[in-house]
């Protein structure tokens, strides 16, 4: 029998370990000041399944931002609100081999974003979020999504006080270009509400109940939306390396810059990671070969 169901407190310390011996390949993204103050020896997992029992390890009291894990939910909040097909008006669904904030690609593609999960795509969502300003439009996500997950989202006037500080030129020259090509409608608006949800903050077992949302039924949520979702964080989630993960773990997953990580297996449950220390992409080192040890060794690859 295989799932995860059938993980044992004995496979969970053993992959944990070897994640952390991994871990220490990586570096602490250093774009932000306040990220580059992260111990990269830390290392978290919860992961919750659909039968209420929870499994967790590690530093599990840490609190983290999510960053660019917040894609997914920003996604299906307006999945939610506006459907699919005015969404997909607004962003794309194919894959990309470039960097997650790569302008030229966006350049090349005349404004459209390729999809949600990179910056582009990201920061023209958050322009459409319901809302009269960035504040307005951050407070009502965070507190549907912790209505609706039964989690503890927090924003983190600190992290976002050092993204700022941080004056991305990649973002602001993006969110310029998605103006100019009319993607966008208020820039200024659209990027201080993307810096401000990527600050939403959690300890790893508020992330895996987030998860959740996309790994079963739920009276909230349409099938549909988390059968999009997934899709997408299955093909874009991990950036230029989605691909190469979806081979090697079969899961949707997405990471962000902060370490944290969050993979879904439908129909089961929710894996939710956190170790700071990152791949030449702006993947967790740690937190995915935690979750390839997870997916291999209980079979959980949606491929079969």
């Known amino acids: 029998m295989v799932g995860l169901k059938t993980l044992t407190t004995t496979q969970l310390s053993a992959w944990v370990q070897q994640a952390k011996l991994l871990a220490h390949q990586g570096q602490v993204a250093e774009r932000i000041p306040q990220l580059a103050l992260a111990n990269p020896d830390l290392f978290a997992v919860h992961i919750c399944c659909s039968s209420g029992e929870t499994y967790s390890q590690g530093n599990t009291d840490c609190v983290f931002p999510l960053m660019s894990v917040i894609k997914p939910f920003s996604l299906l909040y307006l999945l939610e609100v506006v459907g699919a097909e005015t969404v997909f008006q607004w962003v794309g669904f194919e ?57 503890h989202l927090k924003l983190d006037e600190v992290m976002l006080a050092s993204v700022r500080s941080s004056n991305s030129q990649a973002n602001q020259a993006i969110t310029q270009y998605l103006t100019k090509a009319g993607s966008v409608k208020n820039q200024d608006i659209a990027l201080d509400t993307y810096e401000q949800i990527c600050c939403f903050s959690s300890q790893v077992k508020d992330l895996a109940r987030l998860g959740l949302l996309l790994a079963c039924d739920s009276e909230w949520i349409k099938p549909q939306h988390r059968r999009i979702v997934n899709s997408l964080m299955l093909t874009c989630g991990l950036y230029k390396a989605s691909s190469q993960y979806a081979l090697q773990i079969g899961l949707p997953i997405k990471s962000g810059i902060s370490g944290a990580l969050l993979a879904i297996v439908p129909g089961e449950g929710a894996v939710a990671c956190y170790s700071p ?21 209980l079979q959980l690859s949606i491929f079969g």
Do not use: Y
Not at 110 to 135: C, Q, Y
């Open 95 to 151: 894959p990309s081999d470039a960097p997650f904030n790569s302008l030229e690609q966006l350049i090349a593609d005349n404004g459209r974003p390729r999809n949600p999960m990179i910056n582009s795509g990201a920061i023209t969502l958050a322009d459409k979020l319901p809302g009269k300003d960035a504040i307005a439009r951050t407070h009502e996500l965070c507190h549907w999504l912790n209505q609706v997950a039964g989690c």
């Open 277 to 297: 220390a990152l791949d030449s992409t702006g993947n967790s080192v740690g937190a995915i070969a935690f979750v390839q040890a997870l997916s291999q060794g």
